[in-house]
């Protein structure tokens, strides 16, 4: 199985790349509780998608750290990995957005792979669930998270409301959500009227079940995405959850929403890096973790 990492993205709300930020007593990143899950978990092959000008910083911290224990390749998500005819604005530099991350490592994906973000604590037993259903099944699925656990006190958070009838996914509406009077307020990033959603509304943080299926539709749907964005291009973004819908309904597929009741932990805001720092302690005093993980 392989895990396919997204870290092209900067940090803009945190101040930096938080994806190499830190948080383990010997200096090990998120990305490294990441994988060393993911290997517990029976994962064989990681895939991280950054940006070119990283690559030394990614193979020379984390790389080096773990190529002797999972076999480890490198994409990289950049505006020359596009189809032919698209023109993207001079000065534009924020990525295409994580649908194009895939665009970008379809080339690296030959088998079930799961998709992960770099800057997010997943917990040991959401990577269990993640290869359980790859390798048990044929389904597609999202590790859902109540909703609840997930918010941050410094401000709004960008999560992918899942409804879902008997198990199975009806939409997935990524949302700005935010506290208001104790009252979970939700506003669509699609400009649609907010809602609100009670504490345990699973929500997705973009860990998913995938087959390599979705990367043939990938290959065409991404044309259309550009033809429905042609005057939008200075801003648009492809996004997994579009791409998952578009695909499930195209398909008459249904993906599965999994409940976790793994510990979900983050550093959306720069306050919470302390928070995250003394969680990991706890784990690591609870055996959980080595102090040494590699």
């Not at 998270?145 to 992918?160: A, D, F, I």
Request: with cysteine; charged share 25%.
């Amino acid at each position: 199985m392989t895990l396919v990492i997204l870290a092209a993205g900067m940090g803009s709300r945190f101040g930096g790349l938080k994806q190499i930020e830190p948080v383990g007593p010997n200096g090990e990143f998120i990305i490294d509780y990441a994988i060393y899950d993911a290997i517990e978990a029976g994962f064989t092959k990681v895939v991280f998608i950054i940006k070119e000008e990283n690559y030394e910083l990614f193979r020379d911290t984390i790389g080096s750290r773990i190529a002797d224990k999972i076999k480890v390749e490198y994409t990289f998500q950049g505006f020359d990995k596009i189809p032919d005819g698209v023109v993207i604005p001079e000065g534009r530099e924020k990525p295409l957005g994580t649908a194009h991350a895939l665009y970008s490592a379809i080339p690296n994906i030959d088998e079930s792979f799961g998709i992960i973000n770099a800057d997010d604590f997943y917990g040991k037993e959401a990577y269990k669930q993640l290869s359980e259903v790859l390798s048990e099944s044929n389904n597609f699925a999202i590790i859902g998270y109540e909703v609840g656990k997930t918010l941050s006190e410094n401000g709004q958070v960008k999560r992918g409301v899942c409804f879902n009838e008997k198990g199975v996914l009806t939409d997935l509406i990524e949302s700005k959500i935010g506290l208001v009077d104790d009252r979970i307020v939700c506003e669509p990033l699609n400009g649609g009227e907010s809602f609100e959603i009670p504490f345990d509304q699973p929500v997705s943080m973009q860990m998913f079940a995938m087959r390599t299926g979705l990367l043939e539709f990938l290959k065409r749907d991404i044309n259309r995405f550009f033809d429905v964005n042609k005057n939008n291009m200075e801003v648009c973004e492809y996004l997994l959850p579009d791409l998952l819908n578009d695909y499930a309904k195209s398909e008459n597929l249904g993906i599965h929403v999994m409940p976790t009741k793994a510990t979900w932990k983050g550093i959306t805001y720069r306050d919470e890096l302390e928070d995250l720092k003394e969680y990991i302690k706890g784990l690591i005093d609870e055996g959980v973790y080595p102090t040494n993980l590699y």
